[in-house]
């Protein structure tokens, strides 16, 4: 099974930075990589799919990068609705998908 | 309204069995491959079972493997996870989610149901 990792598992950050978070599979899953984001309490809400796509309704502050196995997320000018956890996902591998382990964004 | 809704959640023993179900409405459920979630308290997301549209195609998370059950009516917009010999570690919030297309590969999951809680216990 292909595993998910990322990096950080929390930061802490202000209103106004910019984050970037890692997430790195154990082997080539071509671009097919999702990010979620989940509020405590929240259901997840997807923010990108296929590595680079960002969800109908999402802020453009977020953006998502790379291929095979190592990815970005991206929050520009972090607002304060977006502290949360962050969450990739792997979609390639038939017949299971898997998550990343989350990473937590908070207050500074 | 475009929306997923989970019940069949509650407090069991273990090796009992729950039969979990996800009302779908406001979009074409038939078309759309589905999948369910899980949430131990305090811990991160874990996929557990997803179905095509056709239920041509299932997968399982090792974890569930032989014990869970996953289904789907598309002439009743349901999906289903019949949940077996249930352990303390199944203990979750069991979200269902839409994939963005047909197969329970290479898409997305782009609309969740608020989840439903299953406790295992003695």
């Known amino acids: 099974d292909i595993q998910m990792t990322q990096s950080p598992s929390s930061l802490s950050a202000s209103v106004g930075d910019r984050v970037t978070i890692t997430c790195r599979a154990s082997?080539?899953?071509?671009?097919?990589l999702n990010w979620y984001q989940q509020i405590p309490g929240k259901a997840p809400k997807l923010l990108i799919y296929?590595?680079?796509n960002l969800q109908s309704g999402v802020p453009s502050r977020f953006s998502g990068r790379g291929s095979g196995t190592d990815f970005t997320l991206t929050i520009n000018s972090l607002q304060p609705e977006d502290f949360a956890t962050y969450y990739c996902?792997?979609?390639?591998?038939?017949?299971?998908?898997?998550f990343g382990p989350g990473t937590k964004v908070d207050f500074k | 309204e475009v929306q997923l809704v989970e019940s069949g959640g509650g407090l069991t023993q273990p090796g009992r069995s729950l039969r979990l179900s996800c009302a779908a409405s406001?979009?074409?459920?038939?078309?759309?491959?589905m999948h369910w979630v899980r949430q131990a308290p305090g811990k991160g997301l874990e996929w557990v079972a997803g179905?095509?549209?056709?239920?041509?195609?299932?997968g399982y998370a090792e974890s569930i493997k032989g014990r869970f059950t996953i289904s789907r009516d598309n002439a009743k917009n349901s999906l289903f996870l019949e949940m077996n010999s249930l352990r303390a570690e199944d203990t979750a919030l069991y979200y269902c989610?839409?994939?963005?297309?047909?197969?329970?590969?290479?898409?997305?999951?782009?609309?969740w149901g608020q989840g439903t809680t299953v406790t295992v216990s003695s």
């Open positions: 996902q792997q979609t390639y591998s038939t017949p299971r998908v898997t």
């Open positions: 296929t590595a680079s």
């Open positions: 082997q080539s899953i071509n671009s097919y």
């Open positions: 406001g979009f074409r459920f038939g078309d759309y491959a």
């Open positions: 179905i095509s549209w056709s239920s041509d195609t299932i």
């Open positions: 989610a839409k994939m963005s297309g047909g197969e329970i590969y290479y898409y997305a999951m782009d609309l």
